[in-house]
């Protein structure tokens, strides 16, 4: 699927089908592991959710599908993003990682929250920014070469 298509993805279908690095990576047998997910870790619902191009062009993923539909989980050992068709949640990214490095910032940085990395079952980097003054939570997701290729614009809490 190329990056038009799925800019114009409107089913969770449409987005297991893509070529993306994370997006349509779905650990297969997990479903306990979705739904205690789903259950008892911290999940928001997403502001935005965009991919960037081959061409280093960031564009917004699912155009018309409301982005509230969308609600990912961040969890100490798995990150999960579904989509909400009819009555159910269907995983579009399902995958285990471990955090690497935790930076917390103090005093002068304080401004710049806190950000945590991780690494992924397919040895991707991801990185949580969130605590930052008057920014929204996200979440980025890298390819292989560590060029930003997800972000995840969390609702605010606050």
């Not at 779905?26 to 479903?31: D, F, H, L, P, Q």
């Not at 306990?32 to 993923?61: C, D, N, Q, W």
């Not at 397919?122 to 930003?148: I, M, P």
Request: aromatic share 6%; charged share 25%; proline share 1%.
């Amino acid at each position: 699927m190329n990056t038009k298509t799925l800019r114009e993805a409107t089913s969770s279908t449409d987005l297991l089908s893509c070529e993306h690095p994370h997006l349509g990576r779905v650990a297969a047998g997990k479903s306990l592991a979705v739904l205690f997910g789903i259950l008892f870790a911290a999940s928001r619902k997403l502001e935005a959710i965009e991919a960037v191009a081959a061409e280093g062009k960031r564009e917004t993923v699912a155009l018309l599908v409301d982005a509230s539909r969308f609600m990912v989980t961040i969890a100490k050992s798995f990150v999960l993003l579904t989509l909400q068709e009819a009555n159910a949640r269907t995983p579009v990214i399902q995958k285990t990682w471990r955090r690497i490095d935790r930076t917390v910032g103090t005093e002068l940085t304080a401004y710049l929250g806190t950000e945590d990395t991780y690494l992924d079952q397919d040895n991707l980097k991801w990185v949580h920014r969130y605590k930052r003054s008057g920014e929204f939570d996200e979440v980025s997701g890298y390819d292989a070469d560590g060029q930003e290729v997800l972000l995840l614009a969390l609702e605010t809490l606050r």
